[in-house]
T-cell receptor
Framework: GIQVEQSPPDLILQEGANSTLRCNFS?????LQWFHQNPWGQLINLFY???GTKQNGRLSATTVATERYSLLYISSSQTTDSGVYFC????????????FGKGITLSVRP | NAGVTQTPKFRILKIGQSMTLQCTQD?????MYWYRQDPGMGLKLIYY???????DKGEVPNGYNVSRSTTEDFPLRLELAAPSQTSVYFC????????????????FGQGTRLTVV
């Protein structure tokens, strides 16, 4: 099946700093989502981005499907950005099933 | 708009007991899924359904059963609970897409934290 690798596994930032989170995948996809898992365990949809670029406030994401990677940018980080960020992909023809990466743990210090 | 609703939020089971995790969605989505998340890991697919009456195994189906009698509901049954089933369980749904891109955005419930002792 499709493989999803996220990097770096852990990231510590000072409040106000910017960061880039990466997601590589091993096959063609027609679904890619970024989630934020908050300290209470909830999965929050950040972006549905199988290709192209999207922005939502301080967050933006870019997926280059032909090169099999996606990037999540966080600017002017805040302590509330802390948590785990997951990339999940749906392989082309795989009947909508999402395969998750192991996540990136982000800690933003005040 | 409730989205995907899971019950219960927390449960402690004794080894060998059985239980059903409930999941319902009000978005008229065709596809529904059950995932489990073990500590420090991503989510792994247990079972999924592409519509009422149709279910199929995911990556880690052993020890679980599902049914899909309606579009809205997709319960997950644990028979003979084991400590290895201690995990957080997530239900998700999305709708059938159109044309070349048949995948659409998936939405998740708030999770059920299950402990088997």
């Amino acid at each position: 099946g499709i493989q999803v690798e996220q990097s770096p596994p852990d990231l510590i930032l000072q409040e106000g700093a910017n960061s880039t989170l990466r997601c590589n995948f091993s096959d063609s996809v027609n679904n890619l989502q970024w989630f934020h898992q908050n300290p209470w365990g909830q999965l929050i949809n950040l972006f549905y981005i199988p290709s192209g670029t999207k922005q939502n406030g301080r967050l933006s994401a870019t997926t280059v499907a032909t090169e099999r990677y996606s990037l999540l940018y966080i600017s002017s980080s805040q302590t509330t950005d802390s948590g785990v960020y997951f990339c999940a992909v749906g392989a082309t023809g795989a009947n909508s099933k999402l395969t998750f990466g192991k996540g990136i743990t982000l800690s933003v210090r005040p | 708009n409730a989205g995907v609703t899971q019950t219960p939020k927390f449960r402690i089971l004794k080894i060998g007991q059985s239980m059903t995790l409930q999941c319902t969605q009000d978005m008229n989505h065709n596809y529904m899924y059950w995932y489990r998340q073990d500590p420090g890991m991503g989510l792994k697919l247990i079972y999924y359904s592409v519509g009422a009456g149709i279910t199929d195994k995911g990556e880690v189906p052993n020890g679980y059963n599902v049914s899909r009698s309606t579009t809205e509901d997709f319960p997950l049954r644990l028979e003979l609970a084991a400590p290895s089933q201690t995990s957080v369980y997530f239900c998700a749904s999305n709708k059938l897409g159109q044309g070349a891109s048949r995948n659409t955005e998936a939405f998740f419930g708030q999770g059920t934290r299950l402990t088997v002792v």
